[in-house]
């Protein structure tokens, strides 16, 4: 815990990382960003280049990653830190006690990211990829760019902190290169820093020459890595990242203005963009080699941010309950590392299939940005509630609320031409995401509604009665059992109906153990409550969403320390193990409710039911989802019984004698 402070303090070391981990999607934008923007493939007729063009472009640019990346996200929205921990759901941590239909913004966001980090890796690789056409014009840029992903993905489950410590360095000398490039060209026509002027800007965006929804889409690709920064907000600490931006947005700005002033000395000419990106025309002819280079360890880097992104996302959704129970490695010891299989190979087989569907890069700009201004817009909604949770005045928040609405609306708009291109692709990705997690979150709603509660403290008397009955066949020492009652006066009808009637378990200990997934994301806690002494005892954990659940470990932990402070002999009661002082037996209960007749559901409930049964058979069973040992678990299947038999109408005939 010491060291992930230690990461959030401002240093040159905490400005390094951040460097590497965040601004790898923002920081390769200028690979394709101009030649989507001028690129001819979308214009019709192919028109020379114009002056009013490239100005407006780079005007575009810079004004967008003002607003957009700069205000909305370094300055306003990484002040919602949860505890020092950012991203869409941790934001939704924050406000969800507000409004219960915040859910939706954040499920939708989560949804969009998610499909936007299958289209970022296979965009950026294939862009710095493609440079090496100029001196190989037949190369096989496709398989090169498919073999590069696949063995990104296959180092994921090593665990990249080895990778991760070069990363700074690397992305260092990408934004240090993209600058002098950038300046080494302003010189020859420094007039282009007029460009910043917004006037450019909108006079591109009101002419009649350009399709202005168009021009957007393209420019929007500047700063689609935004949502990154507020992500990765635990990994590098707000100070480093709002520092870290400075210079990178420098160089980014620097970069673009460099490729305006090429693309100006060829004014009036048309130009074949597929083949002279701007961003390898301003290298001189030495070095593109080495800048291609280092444009694909840049690219694999941005690449490599958000494959760990998307684990991260996984692993809150599942603490959230917004995702099917999945199974989580922690290959490394660094904090927040984590590595999620499942996910891993369905992000591979997703950004292989975008290779093979696209083929070229400028192809898949078109599907690239539709999904991640959708993102914007729900974290735009959630950062508003937050900054009513802060007690704004109205006028700020409303302000804030209807300048992004506008801007990222915009942005869709400009977007939406972009579905019949392929963000029909990222779209329908995002709307099976959707249903994944709306069915997980509902269905357990529903099942919700049939879990009965009682009074715990009428049974005291019985369990402990049942306890010291030696003619019931002793079922073992511990007998531990996971609730989900929130109050210790109340238990599941469930779990006294297993101890006393499905089969009597008679036990020397009776454990009741509940975990509460809280907002705080590293909070581990316990509290112990005796209910009824030497008999029955409660455990509640408190567990943060970034905390892995290893209940097994931490119940011992809980158990060792209640022994340590003589509250409870744990030693067994058989007369000939007892002499000796050997601790009794263990055996965890998982009680798995069944849904059984489900004729009282409407519809839509049915369906949602059915969607969850069979994810439920694809995901982790309870008991390896809270880090059981198996040898020690029994699971019992309970039906969910949606109708009482008093419901039940049945008339009784006599036999005819």
Known sequence: MSSHKDLQKLSAAGLLISLGIIYGDIGTSPLYVFKAIVGLEHSSNSQP??????????????WTLT?????????????????????IFSLFSLVRRKARWLIVPAVVGGCALLADGIITPPITISSAIEGLTVYYPNLPTVQIVIIIIA???????????????????????????????GISYIVQMPMVIKALNPYYAFELLTSDTYDAFMILGAVFLCTTGAEALYSDLGHCGRDNIRISWIYVKTCLVLNYLGQAVWLLQREGKVIDLSTNNPFYRIMPDWFLIYGIGIATIAAIIASQALISGSFTLIAEAVRLNLWPKVKINYPSEQKGQLYVPSINWLLCAGCIGVVLLFQHSSKMEAAYGLSITVAMLMTTIL?????????????????????????????????LVKFVHGGWFTLSIGLVLFVIMWTWHTARKIKNRYVKFIEIDDYYNIIKELSEDESVPKYASQLV?????????EIESKIIYSILQKQPKRADVYWLVHVDVVDEPYKREYEVDVLVPGKLIRIDFKLGFRVEQQINLLFRKVVEDLVKNGEI????????????????????????KVLSRSHNL?????????????????????????GLDLSFVTVEKVPLMLTSPDSVKITRVMPNH
Not at 613 to 622: F, Y
Request: aromatic share 16%; no cysteine; proline share 1%.
């Open 49 to 62: 280049l114009s002056q009013a063009l490239v100005l407006g472009g780079v005007s575009l640019i810079f």
């Open 67 to 87: 607003l957009q990346t700069t205000l909305k996200y370094v300055v306003i929205t990484l002040r919602a830190d949860n505890k020092g921990e950012g991203g």
């Open 151 to 181: 063995i990104l993905f296959i180092i994921q489950q090593f665990g990249t902190s080895l990778v991760g410590k070069a990363f700074g360095p690397l992305m260092f000398i990408w934004f240090t290169m993209m600058g002098v490039l």
């Open 383 to 415: 950062v508003s509630k937050f900054l009513q949770r802060r007690k704004l005045p109205a006028y700020i928040i409303g302000a804030f609320f209807i300048i992004y609405l506008l801007i990222e609306g915009t942005f869709l708009l400009g977007n």
């Open 481 to 489: 059992y996971l609730t989900s009652a929130n109050f210790n006066s």
């Open 569 to 592: 002999d744990i030693t067994s009661k058989y007369k000939s193990l007892n002499k000796h002082k050997i601790v009794g037996d263990f055996r965890f209960v998982v009680i798995e």
């Open 602 to 626: 409407s519809f839509y409930e049915k369906f949602i039911m059915f969607i969850y049964v069979q994810l439920k058979k694809i995901s982790l069973s309870e008991e390896r989802n809270f």
